[in-house]
């Protein structure tokens, strides 16, 4: 386990220690940190490593299903898809459902690098679970889960 990092320190009157945004967005970067340090050999971001994910699971989401699937607008989704083009990992195919769609599919070196990725993410969830007991890991879901869902 890591040091854990000092505390932003409050001064009498100083109300930011008491926000909440600012809470998780410092947990947020604790996990960032976290998977940068574990994940840097893949040379992949997390969302990169979602939408590899999503599309190894989805064969022949377009770039539609997949904004909708990680909530990002549609411009920042087809940014990592032409990042993970460009790195061979991923190819477009002619949807099989609609001719005005295209779909997308693992290369044989993006199912690599899945299989890759799904066995990191192990050891990454394991890290961050591992603070928690499990009703804990329970009640949490559900509290983040008000927040995006």
Same mark, same amino acid.
């Given at each position: 386990m890591q040091p854990r990092r000092a505390r932003l320190p409050v001064?009498?009157?100083d109300d930011l220690g008491g926000v909440l945004g600012l809470r998780v967005r410092r947990a947020h970067g604790a996990i960032q940190r976290h998977f940068s340090e574990h994940f840097s050999d893949l040379e992949l971001t997390q969302k990169q490593i979602s939408v590899l994910w999503l599309?190894? #699971?989805?064969?022949?989401?377009?770039?539609? #299903?997949?904004a909708r699937a990680l909530d990002m607008d549609r411009a920042t989704t087809m940014a990592l898809v032409h990042s993970l083009e460009r790195r061979g990992l991923l190819g477009r195919t002619p949807s099989t459902t609609d001719r005005r769609r295209i779909a997308f599919a693992l290369t044989e070196e993006g199912k690599t690098m899945l299989r890759r990725a799904k066995a990191a993410i192990g050891a990454h969830e394991d890290w961050l679970k591992s603070r928690f007991s499990k009703a804990e890991l329970i009640q949490l879901e559900a509290l983040l889960e008000r927040i995006y869902g």
């Open positions: 001064e009498e009157g599309v190894g #699971d989805r064969s022949g989401a377009a770039q539609a #299903d997949l």
